[in-house]
């Protein structure tokens, strides 16, 4: 059964630093394409992030290149956020997505910068 779990989020201060997990479940990971999208209040959801089928390559939105690092884990099954030097517009829902069925996404893991 294909699960994905996000976890890591929560309040952090500007230019703090949190990494989010998506547990993975019901396939691996580094076979497919995954992504880490974000939803703001209001907002369009967004795609941050995303890594290719074996972790050759990677993608990064304008907005957080050379802040975040997506990444996995291949024997956990675990796809990693790195987020850096964070601001308060990164505040949003943020979700993996990937995997056999793209239409499957986690509850997602809140993320809010604020002082």
């Known amino acids: 059964q294909v699960q994905l779990v996000e976890s890591g989020g929560g309040l952090v201060q500007p230019g703090g630093s949190l990494r989010l997990s998506c547990a993975v479940s019901?396939?691996?990971?580094?076979?497919?394409?995954m992504n880490w999208y974000r939803q703001a209040p209001g907002k369009e959801r967004e795609v941050v992030a995303v890594?290719?089928?074996?972790?050759?390559?990677?993608y990064y939105a304008d907005s957080v290149k050379g802040r975040f690092t997506i990444y996995g884990d291949d024997v956990k099954n675990i796809l990693y956020l790195q987020m850096n030097s964070l601001k308060p517009e990164d505040t949003a829902m943020y979700y993996c997505?990937?995997?056999?069925?793209?239409?499957?996404w986690g509850q997602g893991t809140q993320v809010t910068v604020s002082s």
């Open positions: 019901g396939f691996s990971f580094s076979a497919y394409i």
């Open positions: 997505v990937g995997g056999p069925d793209t239409s499957k």
């Open positions: 890594i290719s089928a074996g972790g050759d390559r990677t």
